[in-house]
Antibody, heavy 120, light 110 residues
Framework: QVHLQESGPGLVKPSQTLSLTCTVS??????????WSWIRQHPGKGLEWIGY???????YYNPSLKSRVNISVDTSKNQFSLTLSSVTAADTAVYYC????????????WGQGTLVTVSS | QSALTQPASVSGSPGQSITISCTGT?????????VSWYQQHPGKVPRLMIY???NRPSGVSPRFSGSKSGNTASLTISGLRAEDEADYYC??????????FGGGTKLTVL
């Protein structure tokens, strides 16, 4: 059973860059057939897809966030990362990393989520 | 891309059946059979309940079923139980190789 764990600062100042890392265990991020996603959930609100990356490095982003988002992968560390620039209070949310199954286009495993608050 | 449209809330009594709809467009649900449904209890991580419109992962009760017609997908829960009370989200793959979620539906078991 793959395990995903988010890590990173829980507090980010407005206009700065949010950076999170997801460490994948009990499974190789380089194994084919999966993509690696970031999804967020504003307090009391629904899920919002941020983007995903294949182990090859190909990325796909939510058009509404594309200008501020970058997702990268480090196969040597079995990690993938999210950066979101120029954050505002509207970016305060629980951020989840997750694994998707390519052939099924579905997300089958989620990290526990990490709350990131944007505040001065 | 616009979020898929779900009712904000549905309710049912124990033992009854309920259906949650998820309406998209020809750019997502209408084109692909890549509709998934997730269950999320308060403070918990979303759990995959249905993938590819109507397939259940192992461990998911057969009381949960999915279907699709045109641009609208549906999740049906039969034999409602108290533990089914949760938020439910649909998602779909899109023609621009992105993913879109629905706004979520709060299920109340009366």
């Amino acid at each position: 059973q793959v395990h995903l764990q988010e890590s990173g600062p829980g507090l980010v100042k407005p206009s700065q860059t949010l950076s999170l890392t997801c460490t994948v265990s009990s499974g190789s991020i380089s194994s084919g057939g999966y993509y690696w996603s970031w999804i967020r959930q504003h307090p009391g609100k629904g899920l919002e897809w941020i983007g995903y990356i294949y182990y090859s490095g190909s990325t796909y982003y939510n058009p509404s966030l594309k200008s501020r988002v970058n997702i990268s992968v480090d196969t040597s560390k079995n990690q993938f990362s999210l950066t979101l620039s120029s954050v505002t209070a509207a970016d305060t949310a629980v951020y989840y990393c997750a694994r998707g199954v390519v052939l099924l286009a579905t997300t089958d495993s989620w990290g526990q989520g990490t709350l990131v608050t944007v505040s001065s | 891309q616009s979020a898929l449209t779900q009712p904000a809330s549905v309710s049912g009594s124990p033992g009854q059946s309920i259906t949650i709809s998820c309406t998209g467009t020809s750019n997502d649900i209408g084109t692909y059979n890549y509709v998934s449904w997730y269950q999320q209890h308060p403070g918990k991580v979303p759990r995959l309940m249905i993938y590819e419109v109507s397939n259940r992962p192992s461990g998911v009760s057969p009381r949960f079923s999915g279907s699709k017609s045109g641009n609208t997908a549906s999740l049906t829960i039969s034999g409602l139980r108290a533990e089914d009370e949760a938020d439910y989200y649909c998602s779909s793959y899109t023609t621009t190789t992105t993913v879109v979620f629905g706004g979520g539906t709060k299920l109340t078991v009366l």
